[in-house]
């Protein structure tokens, strides 16, 4: 599995490197600290064994107490010797065997000796079994060595660890602030929306990279504006002796008459295409979206594209939420899906409304009984200036279809296109739905 986020990866590299750190610093406690001290320990404590372990034993088993000196060695430690026949054997089974001190013993007794431990009642405790002392088990009781001793320690790292996390994610998560105020601009852009310049904060990368995405996001600003400059300024130069033209052909005399309808035929087909020209370009701004009736619209397209040579069939669905959007712009993808089913079908044209079952997308469906198009040119339909393609015929501008998904685009909406079982093309119009 790999985790693409920045932000996972550092906090994976970050756990890794402080896992290793720890290890490592439990390995170097061990070796280099612990594991000395249990050898000197080890030393005093078989030195001090000794001492007891060379007084002979009395006729009952028990060690002769006569020397001052040995007497008070083993108060001190409070060694005790038992029989393996008394109970204390299966306490001595039962006990971790330790090597470490079971090798460090041996070599101090010069004769094999066997270390185990055992957590006691009050303190950990040591069963030795040696060769000096055969038939005999001595118990050992390390009185300051506590198990609440460990405690602290194993409580301590766990603190400091959980800390170290949560400080390295507050950290990484300042360090790519940024990084998410920047992905958020960039898909405002995306939308045709132009956001105020980010503040060049975090890390000197970071910073080098706002700087280019607040020129970048300027730059294409402009390039909208003076777009939206030209496209006014084509549509006004354009249509004005257009009009005119127009004019002075309806004062044609009417033995031209069949001049003036081509030349007005063909000057309304230029208005058209200014107009679609208009339409493609124009921004949106979502601010403005407000809550749509789609059954509304569907409704008012298919009365107003319908007439007496064809009906359109509509089958809108009663328990509908209102589509987010601009009513207009919904209006106009609608309509154009309309006039191309129109355009293209066999006289039999649906339009349909419903909602997704998780209710979050609204969708107007066209559909019509034409003669469909190749699964091959599916993904070049919506393309700008696309219509010449043999299934759907040559007429029109090229840009009514591309409104469509330029539409659905920017209202955060999908279009879906297939071919029906029956014959005819299937056009689904998807928008979000209005939280209310």
């Not at 992905?183 to 975090?202: C, D, I, M, S, T």
């Not at 403005?288 to 007439?307: I, K, Y």
């Not at 219509?387 to 209202?411: F, P, Y």
Request: net charge negative; hydrophobic share 40%.
């Amino acid at each position: 599995m790999r985790f693409r986020s920045s932000f996972t990866q550092s906090i994976l590299l970050f756990l890794t490197l402080l896992i290793g750190s720890q290890i490592y610093s439990y390995y170097a406690v061990f070796n280099y600290a612990l594991l000395p001290s249990l050898q000197q320990f080890n030393k005093i404590l078989s030195h001090e064994i000794n001492l007891i372990l060379k007084e002979p034993l009395d006729q009952d088993g028990d060690l002769n107490m006569n020397a001052l000196q040995r007497r008070r060695v083993l108060e001190q430690l409070g060694v005790t010797v038992h029989s393996e026949d008394s109970d204390v054997e299966a306490r001595y089974q039962h006990a971790m065997k330790i090597d470490l001190m079971s090798e460090e013993m041996s070599k101090e007794f010069a004769s094999p000796t066997e270390v185990r431990m055992s957590q006691g009642e009050n303190s950990y405790i040591l069963w030795m079994k040696t060769d000096m002392l055969p038939g005999f088990i001595m118990r050992v009781p390390l009185s300051e060595l506590q198990e609440e001793d460990f405690a602290p320690l194993f409580r301590n790292s766990i603190i400091m660890a959980l800390l170290i996390i949560v400080g390295g994610w507050l950290f990484i998560r300042w360090q790519n602030r940024p990084l998410i105020a920047l992905e958020k601009a960039a898909q405002q852009v995306g939308r045709g929306e132009f956001p105020p310049p980010l503040p060049e904060k975090g890390a000197l990368e970071i910073r080098s990279v706002t700087r280019a995405f607040n020129k970048m996001s300027e730059g294409i600003q402009a390039l909208e504006e003076d777009r939206n400059l030209l496209m006014a300024g084509i549509s006004h130069d354009i249509r004005t002796p257009l009009t005119r033209i127009r004019l002075a052909t309806e004062m044609m005399s009417p033995e031209d008459g069949y001049l003036a309808e081509g030349i007005i035929s063909d000057t309304e087909e230029c208005n058209e295409i200014i107009g679609q020209f208009m339409d493609y370009l124009k921004p949106v701004n979502q601010q403005s979206f407000s809550a749509v009736d789609v059954n509304e619209v569907a409704s008012d397209v298919a009365t107003a594209q319908g007439g007496y040579e064809l009906q359109i069939e509509t089958a809108l669905c009663t328990k509908i939420k209102p589509a987010t959007g601009s009513e207009i712009a919904i209006k106009r993808a609608v309509t154009n899906l309309v006039v191309n089913a129109i355009r293209y079908g066999n006289g039999w044209v649906k339009v349909s409304t419903g909602m997704t079952a998780d209710n979050k997308l609204v969708w107007v469906c066209v559909e019509d009984n034409g003669p469909g198009i190749e699964p091959h040119q599916v993904d070049k339909l919506f393309n700008p200036f696309t219509r010449g393609d043999t299934a759907r015929g040559s007429e029109g501008t090229g840009l009514g279809l591309a409104i469509v998904k330029r539409i659905a685009s920017q209202h955060q909406g999908a279009v879906a296109v297939s071919n029906r079982s029956d014959g005819g093309l299937k056009v689904q119009l998807s928008f979000p739905a209005h939280s209310s």
